[in-house]
């Protein structure tokens, strides 16, 4: 077995809680329990396990990060280990006693999440009053010097609206707005028929991109996420299935990319039970897609199988069932007409299933 190139960035996701309740969440339909979080501790050793690997960069994700109580912690312990951190919030919380309190810990940066530029939509969207929150968040981040950028998860419900988040993005100081159509996993998987944009609105949203971009030149790093399941042509999965970064999980489960728990008989393993160094170069479970050699056809003999390895596993086990075949995305796929069939949303959108909240008022196994 050829050992494979250490991953680059580990997505740390600390915890599911999240003020928030949007529907696009990609977060599991099940939520780990907060006592069932791992500690500081914890975090410190895959922290610095995951540089002895050979990542860089890590995301301190949820849920919402700030919910957890040691997030300064945390930060410190990443830092100290060596990588490059970015915290990945919704701004609810980051007060300023809280910024300073990272800053001092050494945080690197931040990407604040947006739903839209209205201000009563974002609300909407996210199941309570939270925009005040974010636009102060974002000021606070600037304030003390940190690199911002916001985060736009892209539906039916607020792509209309991209030119007005772009102009929010310059309005906050932002260096970067990535614009990223919403990848049916978890909650997004629920909620797909209430999400899926019309063919017209992804048409004037990428026309409106293309302008901002050409009249604002480099003052605002802009990322347009195509949606695969309008493109024809999939995405590799995170890179390539345990090829340039790993998650793990509230609970420390490890995961070659965020959503890959919903995978049957993968049996993903535990930073808890297993060095992550082997999770990483030896487990069944990171070792199951990756390379080429598990490819069906028309993977096996397509010019593009290197490019795109197949697509996305956890998109064809939510299509098809089985996670090994290839990606209905793909306009090869013998599946895609499936996929086809669910680009044509009804005339009138069908009503969001909120994420349901997570209680923060439990803290993490001691």
């Known amino acids: 077995m050829t050992t494979p190139a250490p991953p680059w960035a580990l997505l740390a996701e600390l915890t599911h809680a999240c003020p928030l309740q949007c529907g696009y969440c990609s977060n599991p339909t099940e939520l780990t329990r907060r006592s069932r979080e791992l500690t500081t501790a914890d975090w410190a050793d895959v ?10 960069h890590t995301h301190l994700s949820g849920g919402e990060p700030l919910l957890r109580r040691d ?43 947006v739903q839209h530029a209205d201000p009563a939509r974002s609300d909407e969207i996210a199941g309570r009053r939270s925009f005040g929150a974010k636009r102060d968040a974002a000021r606070r981040v600037r304030e003390r010097g940190l690199p911002l950028g916001l985060n736009v998860v892209l539906h039916r419900h607020n792509l209309d609206a991209v030119a007005g988040l772009i102009e929010l993005a310059v309005d906050w100081d932002a260096e970067r707005i990535e614009l990223a159509n919403t ?13 899926m944009p019309t063919r017209d609105q992804l048409a004037r949203a990428m026309s409106e991109v293309e302008s901002l971009r050409t009249r604002l030149g480099s003052g605002l790093d802009i990322t347009w996420v195509v949606p695969d399941y309008f493109s024809g042509t999939p995405k590799p999965c995170m890179g390539g299935w345990g090829a340039v970064s790993l998650t793990v999980t509230p609970d420390g489960t490890a995961l070659p990319c965020p959503a890959a728990a919903a995978l049957p008989g993968l049996a993903p393993p535990s930073v808890l039970d297993r060095p992550l160094r082997w999770i990483w170069e030896e487990s069944p479970a990171f070792e199951r897609y990756r390379g080429t050699d598990w490819m069906p056809s028309p993977c096996r003999t397509c010019d593009r199988r290197t490019e795109d390895f197949g697509g996305c596993r956890c998109q064809a086990y939510a299509l098809t069932g089985d996670p090994a075949r290839t990606d209905p995305a793909c306009a090869l796929s013998p599946d895609h007409p499936t996929l086809l069939a669910l680009t044509e949303p009804g005339a009138e959108p069908v009503r969001l299933v909120p994420r349901r909240p997570t209680s923060p008022s439990r803290g993490p196994r001691s």
Do not use: C, M, P
């Not at 922290?47 to 860089?56: M, Q, S």
């Not at 990443?78 to 810990?105: F, I, K, W």
């Open 47 to 56: 922290f610095r396990r995951a540089a002895e690997l050979g990542v860089l």
């Open 71 to 113: 997030l300064e912690e945390i930060t410190r312990a990443a830092v100290d280990a060596g990588l490059y951190t970015q915290l990945v919030t919704s701004g609810v919380g980051l007060s300023e006693e809280r910024v300073d309190a990272l800053v001092n810990a050494g945080l690197h940066s931040v990407q604040l999440s």
């Open 183 to 195: 990848q049916f996993y978890g909650w997004g998987l629920l909620n797909r028929a209430a999400l």
